[in-house]
């Protein structure tokens, strides 16, 4: 089992990273509970990482778009479906939180509130699944960069390997 951290991510290909935190995600579940907590937590992490990282490829896939990299467009479509993750990610904290604190309730309430918490955990968590599944395929139908220009193409490499150093 891999855990993968954001620095990881860097030196991956736009379906590689997004392979890679699916993976990390499928891996290391969030529970209804502390850890889950700090399981979601760093989750958001990597996808936000992530997104800032398709973020700052598309702006140089506007510059010029380089033989073998993504357009882009589908940069554009993989990042919007990598922030409805992060979205239901966050979502998701607020159940967890209550989840992971101890109640003072009685106990037959206590056990409804936490079906009910479960229930919502269980639904953002599906969809935030959902949106990586949708931006993995975005990734994975076949793109058609422009004919190759090396000066461009050196340029645009440069440009995303500073980029995500500053980053």
Known sequence: MHTYEPDDLDTMQPHQAVG?????????RVTGDGDGLFTA???IGLLCHLAARMASDIEYQLVANSSGLFTAQTLGETTGHLGQ???HYTQALAPLAALAQPAAQAPLQQQADAIDRHRHLRVHLHDAGQALAAARACLQVPHHPGPPNTTTTAVAA????AVRRRA
Not at 20 to 28: C, G, I, K, N
Not at 158 to 161: E, K, M
Request: zero cysteines.
């Open 41 to 43: 937590t760093r989750h």
């Open 20 to 28: 890679a935190v699916l993976s990390d995600l499928r891996e290391h």
């Open 158 to 161: 440069s440009a995303v390997a």
């Open 85 to 87: 993750a992060i979205a």
